[in-house]
């Protein structure tokens, strides 16, 4: 089964920062890559998906990029509804797998 | 608009099943698989498991081999989840996805509103 490694796993910063989260893949996956958005009590939201397209109504200071096995997320100027955790999910092939995820909280 | 429908949260003692509903709407039910995932508190997103609901196909997580049954009713366009042999470690909020796929991407875009799922003596 293919692994996902996701880093770091928490992360302080401030409104304007710029914010980059890493995925790895065990092995390659073409660009069969989301990022999901999940905050306390509501059900997770899709930001990315194929690794770089931006899901209808997500705001443009996200973006994604990579394929193979190296990912990233990116959220150019951090704004105060994006205090969240954050998981890539891998769907090259079953079974799925989710990285560990990423707090990013207030510093 | 896609929607997926969770039904309601559920109190179950230690060695019960639970059986969680996933009614759609808003597409074709049986075009897209549905995933099964869940989420202990303060714990990270975990895969479960996907049914094709056009087949009845289905797929687990090694951690759930046995203990999971992923079923569909095509006529009124809703999937289940039955988790048997439940222990506390069982509590979380429980959610189905749609797996969105075509010939040159995929995308698990759309989620249920997810069901708490609580298991206590």
């Known amino acids: 089964a293919i692994q996902m490694t996701q880093s770091p796993s928490s992360l302080s910063a401030s409104v304007g920062d710029r914010v980059t989260i890493t995925c790895r893949a065990s092995q390659g996956i073409r660009n069969d890559l989301g990022w999901y958005q999940v905050k306390p009590g509501k059900a997770p939201k899709l930001l990315i998906y194929a690794a770089s397209t931006l899901q209808s109504g997500v705001p443009s200071r996200f973006s994604g990029s990579g394929s193979g096995t190296e990912f990233t997320l990116t959220i150019s100027s951090l704004q105060p509804e994006d205090f969240a955790t954050y998981y890539c999910l891998q769907d090259f092939k079953y079974p799925l797998a989710f990285g560990q995820g990423t707090k990013v909280d207030i510093k | 608009q896609v929607q997926l429908v969770q039904s309601g949260a559920e109190v179950k003692k230690p060695g019960a099943s639970v059986t969680v509903s996933c009614k759609t709407s808003?597409?074709?039910?049986?075009?897209?698989?549905i995933n099964w995932v869940r989420q202990a508190t303060g714990q990270g997103l975990e895969w479960m498991g996907w049914?094709?609901?056009?087949?009845?196909?289905?797929g687990y997580a090694q951690n759930f081999q046995g203990r999971v049954t992923m079923t569909r009713n095509t006529s009124i366009g809703t999937a289940y989840m039955e988790l048997s042999s439940l222990t506390s470690d069982d509590t979380a909020v429980y959610y189905c996805?749609?797996?969105?796929?075509?010939?040159?991407?995929?995308?698990?875009?759309?989620w249920g509103q997810g069901t708490l799922v609580t298991v206590s003596s």
């Open positions: 808003g597409y074709t039910f049986t075009t897209s698989d």
């Open positions: 996805a749609r797996a969105y796929m075509t010939s040159s991407f995929s995308a698990v875009d759309f």
């Open positions: 049914m094709n609901p056009d087949s009845g196909d289905t």
